[in-house]
């Protein structure tokens, strides 16, 4: 797991830590320590913690202006005893919700489990996002059977279309366009 970083090539145009509307403003990275661990296995020190012991995160791009935020997931998402959507929705979602992103682009390629219980937070979030969305990009099959089976694909875009294998191809403005233009599609029909 220590060879799975977080997709760096935007960094060009974006970095988390230097943003001060990021939640993880100011962080410091020690590329040379591996110091972060799920279920024994040591991370890339570039993830970031954001109060789950196995779901870490990347913020890859955030736009204030166009309201949308692309976030990169690695771990197991565990929302039956590590409570991962409200660790996720309170240290992350929130901050970024307070600063007007309403469109949340989530990578889950890296998510190699899901334990789900109920949707309240997801409910919550999709309330929160209001004339927003939330997609899911990229997620493996089985992932999105257990999202289903747990509802959370009533709040969550996810499948068909948005399984974007080349979205590492793109820029992030055109990476946005391609999945607003999925989504509104979706919506519309």
């Known amino acids: 797991m220590h060879e799975i970083e977080p997709y760096y090539n935007w960094l060009n145009y974006y970095d988390s830590s230097r943003d001060d509307r990021s939640p993880f403003y100011g962080k410091q990275y020690n590329h040379d320590v591996y110091s972060e661990t799920i279920y024994g296995y040591y991370i890339d020190p570039a993830w970031d913690y954001m109060g789950s012991e196995t779901l870490y995160v990347k913020i890859l791009y955030t736009d204030y202006t166009a309201g949308y935020t692309v976030i990169e997931f690695i771990g197991e998402w565990n929302d039956a005893i590590n409570n991962d959507i409200m660790n996720l ?101």
Not at 92 to 110: Q, Y
Not at 129 to 152: L, M, N, R, T
Request: proline fraction near 3%.
């Open 89 to 189: 929705k309170r240290n992350v979602v929130e901050p970024l919700l307070e600063e007007g992103i309403n469109k949340f682009i989530l990578i889950g390629e890296n998510i190699m489990n899901f334990h789900g219980s109920d949707d309240c937070y997801y409910e919550e979030w999709f309330d929160d996002v209001e004339d927003g969305w939330i997609a899911a990009v990229s997620f493996p099959d089985f992932i999105q059977d257990e999202f289903k089976k747990y509802h959370v694909d009533n709040y969550i875009n996810m499948g068909g279309t948005l399984q974007l294998e080349r979205w590492r191809t793109m820029q992030p403005h055109t990476f946005f366009d391609t999945v607003n233009g999925l989504i509104t599609r979706r919506l519309g029909a």
